[in-house]
């Protein structure tokens, strides 16, 4: 039971990590478009204040979002798992891509259609984050697959 809480702090620091970097990059990208000038020194500057940043600022901490939107479809995914015979780093996979999809496509809607996740803004970025999700997911679920 320790070692299933453990993979699953894991798994959504994971998926919140994923999504700032992705948030980060984007933001680089963007600014290096424009000709600003981006180091890597920079970059990593930047990642790290916006870990700190989106996760202890703000409304809501980027990292309790994802632990409740992981939580939701963890719990769905592990009751479907009774009925349905596949691989739960397939299924966990999937349940942590629904659980950034839910985060990146209600978001807006709770704030005036504004997406708070810079790197959700376009579709690219969202079906990146999408793939974050997914990687944490079928990470937690080949962790709890090695352990039986």
């Known amino acids: 039971m320790l070692k299933k ?5 894991l798994s959504i620091l994971i998926a919140t990590a994923l999504v700032v970097l ?20 920079l970059a990593l500057k930047t990642f790290v204040g916006d870990l ?11 990292v309790g979002l994802v632990a409740v ?7 769905v995914a592990k009751i479907l798992l009774i009925w349905v ?6 299924a966990y996979g999937l349940a942590g891509a629904a659980a950034i999809l839910a985060i990146v496509l209600l978001m807006p809607l709770a704030f005036y259609n504004l997406d ?9 970025g969202k079906t990146i984050l999408i793939l974050c999700g997914f990687l944490s ?5 080949s962790r709890l697959e090695d352990k039986e």
């Open 52 to 62: 700190i940043g989106m996760n202890s600022s703000g409304a809501i901490p980027l």
């Open 69 to 75: 939107g992981m939580l939701l479809a963890y719990t």
């Open 137 to 141: 997911g079928y990470y937690f679920g």
């Open 116 to 124: 708070l996740i810079a790197g959700a803004r376009t579709a690219l």
């Open 5 to 9: 809480s453990l993979y699953l702090i």
């Open 22 to 41: 992705q948030t980060t990059l984007s933001n680089l990208m963007w600014l290096s478009s424009v000709d600003m000038p981006v180091t890597i020194g």
């Open 85 to 90: 015979d596949t691989k739960k780093s397939y």
